[in-house]
C-alpha cells in the first residue's frame, strides 16, 4: 500500500525504528530547546510596545502550532487505521492525544498570563481563544473515549470518528482572526506578505518550533513502543523481548 | 483497494465533509454573534444593537484623551479611519492604552452617540520590533500599521 515504508507499518520494524530515533531527536531536541531559549530570552531585542512581556511568545506560539499539528497526527492515523487496518497507526493516535492536550493547555495558559497584563483581562470569549478551548475539550474527548471501552480495537475505531468529526476545528482556529473580529492579533509569521517580526525575535521563534517539534516526536516514540507492546502482548516478538528483558 | 476499504474510506470523507458542512452553516448563521466587537462604521450605520451592551473596536484617535484630574474618568475618540465615535470611562486602563492603540471598549450607546464603557480592554497588533526599529521607522514617516479594524466581512 505504501511501497517502501509498507515493512515499517510492521508493529516490530517499527517498535525498533522508534526504539533507535528515540534518543536521536531528544537528543536534538535538547540541543534547539537550548539555543531557542537563549535566544529567545538573551540575544533577541525586547519588543517597542510589550517590552520584556512579549518573549512568551517563544512558548505560546510553538505550542498553540503544535496544539494543531499533533491533532491533525491523530486524525490522519486514525483514518489510516479505519480505513487500512494500519495496526501501528491506532498506537499513535492514542499516543499523540495526551500531548496535543498538553501543548493546548500550555498554549491557553501562557496566553492567559500575557493576556492579564496586555489585554486587561485573563480570559475573552472571542473566537480564537474559545475555539482553542474547544480543541482541549476535543482532546479530553478523545481520551475519555479510550479509557472508556476496554477493547482497544473498538476504542480506536471510536476514538479515530471522534478525531475525525472534530478535525474541522484546525481550520476555524486558523482562520478565526481572520474571519471574525477578535481580541486576539492576527497572524504574524504565516501571512501572505513578509511576517510582521523582526529577524532577530523571528529566529528564536523558529529554532522553539523546531524544538517543541523533534520534542513531540521524541515522546511519541517513547508513548508509541509502549502502546504497541501492550497491544501486541500475544505476539511471539513482544514475548521474546520480555523474556530477553527478564533474562538480561 | 478492496471494496469494503473503499467503502470504509467514502464514510470516513463523508464524515469530515458532513461535519465542515454543518459547522459552516451553523457559523454563517451565527456570524453576528461571533464578532468579538463592533466597528465605529457598524454604529453610525446603525448595525449595532441600540439597547443591550456591546463591544467597540478601533484605534485611539490622537490627542483626544481627555482624563478628569480629580477622578478616573477618562474619555476619548475611537475610530476605523471611516467614522470615530466618543468613548466615557471610568476606571484603570490596561497598560498598552496609548493614542495610536487599537482598544476594544464594552458598554452601551447612549442618546447622544456616546459609548459609555463598563471595561476597556487593549488590542495589541500583530507587529513584532525592537524599539530602535520603531523609531528609525517613525523618523521615516512610515506609519506603523495597526490591526485592521473592518469587520462585518
Same mark, same amino acid.
Given at each position: 500500500?505504501?511501497?517502501?515504508?509498507?515493512?515499517?507499518?510492521?508493529?516490530?520494524?517499527?517498535?525498533?525504528?522508534?526504539?533507535?530515533?528515540?534518543?536521536?531527536?531528544?537528543?536534538?531536541?535538547?540541543? !534547539?530547546?537550548?539555543?531557542?531559549?537563549?535566544?529567545? =530570552?538573551?540575544?533577541?531585542?525586547?519588543?517597542?510596545?510589550?517590552?520584556?512581556?512579549?518573549?512568551?511568545?517563544?512558548?505560546?506560539?510553538?505550542?498553540?502550532?503544535?496544539?494543531?499539528?499533533?491533532? %491533525?497526527?491523530?486524525?490522519?492515523?486514525?483514518?489510516?487505521? @479505519?480505513?487500512?487496518?494500519?495496526?501501528?497507526?491506532?498506537?499513535?493516535?492514542?499516543?499523540?492525544?495526551?500531548?496535543?492536550?498538553?501543548?493546548?493547555?500550555?498554549?491557553?495558559?501562557?496566553?492567559?498570563?500575557?493576556?492579564?497584563?496586555?489585554?486587561?483581562?485573563?480570559?475573552?470569549?472571542?473566537?480564537?481563544?474559545?475555539?482553542? =478551548?474547544?480543541?482541549?475539550? @476535543?482532546?479530553?474527548?478523545?481520551?475519555? !473515549?479510550?479509557?472508556?471501552?476496554?477493547?482497544?480495537?473498538?476504542?480506536?475505531?471510536?476514538?479515530?470518528? !471522534?478525531?475525525?468529526?472534530?478535525?474541522?476545528?484546525?481550520?476555524?482556529?486558523?482562520?478565526?482572526?481572520?474571519?471574525?473580529?477578535?481580541?486576539?492579533?492576527?497572524?504574524?509569521?504565516?501571512?501572505?506578505?513578509?511576517?510582521?517580526?523582526?529577524?532577530?525575535?523571528?529566529?528564536?521563534?523558529?529554532?522553539?518550533? @523546531?524544538?517543541?517539534? !523533534?520534542?513531540?516526536?521524541?515522546?511519541?516514540?517513547?508513548?508509541?513502543?509502549?502502546?504497541?507492546?501492550?497491544?501486541?502482548?500475544?505476539?511471539?516478538?513482544?514475548?521474546?523481548?520480555?523474556?530477553?528483558?527478564?533474562?538480561? | 483497494?478492496?471494496?469494503?476499504?473503499?467503502?470504509?474510506?467514502?464514510?470516513?470523507?463523508?464524515?469530515?465533509?458532513?461535519?465542515?458542512?454543518?459547522?459552516?452553516?451553523? =457559523?454563517?448563521?451565527?456570524?453576528?454573534?461571533?464578532?468579538?466587537?463592533?466597528?465605529?462604521?457598524?454604529?453610525?450605520?446603525?448595525?449595532?444593537?441600540?439597547?443591550?451592551?456591546?463591544?467597540?473596536?478601533?484605534?485611539?484617535?490622537?490627542?483626544? %484623551?481627555?482624563?478628569?484630574?480629580?477622578?478616573?474618568?477618562?474619555?476619548?475618540?475611537?475610530?476605523?479611519?471611516?467614522?470615530?465615535?466618543?468613548?466615557?470611562?471610568?476606571?484603570?486602563?490596561?497598560?498598552?492604552?496609548?493614542?495610536?492603540?487599537?482598544?476594544?471598549?464594552?458598554?452601551?450607546?447612549?442618546?447622544?452617540?456616546?459609548?459609555?464603557?463598563?471595561? %476597556?480592554?487593549?488590542?495589541?497588533?500583530?507587529?513584532?520590533?525592537?524599539?530602535? %526599529?520603531?523609531?528609525?521607522?517613525?523618523?521615516?514617516?512610515?506609519?506603523?500599521?495597526?490591526?485592521?479594524?473592518?469587520?462585518?466581512?
Amino acid at each position: 500500500m505504501f511501497g517502501p515504508l509498507d515493512k515499517y507499518a510492521a508493529p516490530e520494524r517499527f517498535y525498533l525504528l522508534c526504539k533507535s530515533m528515540g534518543p536521536w531527536l531528544s537528543a536534538i531536541s535538547l540541543l !534547539l530547546f537550548l539555543v531557542g531559549l537563549y535566544g529567545g =530570552l538573551v540575544y533577541a531585542p525586547s519588543d517597542y510596545q510589550q517590552g520584556d512581556s512579549f518573549r512568551i511568545i517563544y512558548v505560546h506560539v510553538p505550542s498553540a502550532w503544535m496544539s494543531m499539528f499533533v491533532y %491533525v497526527v491523530m486524525a490522519v492515523s486514525g483514518a489510516m487505521g @479505519l480505513i487500512w487496518k494500519v495496526k501501528i497507526s491506532d498506537a499513535i493516535a492514542r499516543s499523540c492525544a495526551p500531548l496535543g492536550a498538553a501543548f493546548t493547555f500550555l498554549a491557553l495558559a501562557t496566553g492567559s498570563i500575557w493576556g492579564k497584563p496586555m489585554w486587561g483581562t485573563w480570559w475573552v470569549w472571542d473566537a480564537r481563544l474559545t475555539s482553542e =478551548l474547544i480543541l482541549l475539550f @476535543l482532546y479530553f474527548g478523545y481520551m475519555a !473515549l479510550q479509557a472508556a471501552i476496554e477493547d482497544r480495537r473498538m476504542a480506536a475505531r471510536a476514538g479515530a470518528i !471522534l478525531a475525525l468529526a472534530g478535525l474541522i476545528n484546525i481550520p476555524i482556529i486558523h482562520y478565526s482572526v481572520e474571519w471574525w473580529s477578535t481580541l486576539h492579533q492576527g497572524p504574524t509569521v504565516s501571512k501572505m506578505d513578509a511576517p510582521s517580526i523582526h529577524t532577530s525575535m523571528l529566529i528564536p521563534l523558529l529554532i522553539m518550533f @523546531l524544538a517543541f517539534k !523533534l520534542y513531540f516526536f521524541a515522546v511519541l516514540c517513547m508513548r508509541a513502543r509502549c502502546e504497541i507492546i501492550e497491544q501486541e502482548k500475544n505476539s511471539r516478538w513482544v514475548k521474546q523481548l520480555a523474556r530477553g528483558g527478564v533474562d538480561s | 483497494m478492496n471494496p469494503r476499504r473503499r467503502k470504509i474510506l467514502f464514510s470516513v470523507i463523508f464524515i469530515v465533509a458532513g461535519v465542515g458542512v454543518a459547522t459552516a452553516l451553523v =457559523l454563517k448563521a451565527f456570524q453576528e454573534n461571533l464578532l468579538y466587537f463592533y466597528s465605529p462604521s457598524q454604529i453610525a450605520s446603525g448595525e449595532a444593537p441600540d439597547s443591550r451592551l456591546f463591544r467597540v473596536g478601533g484605534m485611539v484617535v490622537d490627542d483626544s %484623551v481627555v482624563r478628569d484630574p480629580n477622578s478616573l474618568k477618562v474619555s476619548f475618540d475611537l475610530t476605523d479611519t471611516a467614522h470615530t465615535v466618543t468613548v466615557q470611562y471610568n476606571g484603570i486602563l490596561p497598560d498598552l492604552f496609548r493614542e495610536g492603540q487599537g482598544i476594544v471598549a464594552n458598554g452601551q450607546l447612549q442618546d447622544g452617540g456616546v459609548f459609555v464603557a463598563k471595561e %476597556v480592554l487593549a488590542k495589541h497588533d500583530e507587529n513584532y520590533m525592537p524599539p530602535e %526599529v520603531a523609531e528609525a521607522l517613525e523618523n521615516a514617516g512610515a506609519e506603523v500599521q495597526y490591526g485592521d479594524y473592518k469587520t462585518g466581512k
